[in-house]
């Protein structure tokens, strides 16, 4: 056998497995949009109602997905790490378009009526150990907080979506948290849209303590000097995103998000004198779009 003929079957190889692959990712992805278009899946009902709330029963969509981010190490550090981000959030089937900001936290539209939505949210802060990070020599540790609360949605417009939550913390911290957003949502071409908006944060005192007060012990551990943290106004920034919807059930997206810190969290030394008032995360993210049925 010469050269050319090796080379010809090396060739029909390639191509045989080249077709093998495509025909498997075309059933693959043939079969996911045959599973969104119809309902996955049907869970029974209730046995019973929530009072004041509306009945669960009927068509649901979720979202679920993946994102990394490059956040900074600590709220007020100055260097950063990548994590990966979870994506989910529940709203009825065939309500207005779902949009979703990277600071939004899980939730679910119990209440959705045309342009407006409200319900259940969660959010996860991950721990703070002082070992890590060589700025925070002294100050000991603070655990994961679970962040509990609602939120709330509102589309004056299609394209101006204003947005507000309120969650109280368990763990780490046990404070109150208010998140305000607003994003201007311009479509650039068809399935590209790209967002941006300005944010704002309050935090009382014990949501904000654990993480930028220095108390008297950790004062001599770390070399800073005591400080009382106090809660209020906590931050103000301005967030952007750019999403492309593959087709009604992918959609992948890129985001900034900037936050400055202000008074007490940005008054703190640990602030001051080892980190930075300026915060910036920056963000890719793929969600997955299906629907499901509660009797």
Not at 159 to 176: A, D, F
Request: charged residues 20%; glycine residues 10%; positive net charge.
């Amino acid at each position: 056998m010469n050269h050319f003929d090796e080379a010809a079957l090396r060739l029909t190889a390639h191509a045989r497995r080249t077709t093998v692959c495509l025909a498997a990712l075309g059933a693959i992805m043939a079969t996911m949009q045959s599973v969104s278009a119809q309902t996955a899946f049907t869970l029974p009902a209730p046995p019973f109602d929530v009072p004041m709330l509306p009945s669960p029963s009927g068509n649901w969509t979720v979202m679920v997905g993946i994102g990394g981010e490059y956040t900074p190490d600590f709220v007020g550090s100055k260097n950063g790490k990548f994590l990966p981000i979870p994506i989910f959030t529940i709203r009825r089937a065939g309500s207005v378009d779902q949009f979703r900001g990277p600071r939004d936290s899980a939730s679910i539209a119990l209440f959705d009526v045309g342009y407006f939505r409200a319900g259940p949210a969660f959010k996860y802060v991950a721990s703070r150990k002082s070992d890590k990070y060589a700025e925070l020599t002294g100050l000991g540790d603070v655990k994961a907080a679970y962040e509990l609360g609602g939120f709330v949605e509102y589309f004056p417009v299609d394209w101006l979506r204003l947005r507000s939550e309120l969650r109280q913390g368990l763990g780490g911290h046990t404070g109150t948290v208010a998140d305000v957003s607003a994003d201007v949502i311009v479509p650039l071409i068809q399935r590209l849209t790209i967002s941006a908006g300005p944010r704002f944060t309050w935090k009382s005192t014990k949501a904000t303590a654990p993480y930028f007060g220095v108390d008297a012990a950790q004062s001599l551990a770390s070399g800073l000097s005591v400080y009382d943290a106090k809660g209020g106004a906590h931050s103000v920034g301005f967030g952007s995103q750019i999403s492309y919807r593959i087709n009604p059930q992918w959609e992948v997206h890129a985001y900034v998000e900037y936050e400055k810190l202000l008074g007490n969290a940005a008054d703190s030394p640990l602030v001051k004198l080892r980190g930075s008032s300026n915060q910036t995360t920056v963000g890719l993210g793929a969600s997955y779009s299906f629907d499901f049925r509660i009797r």
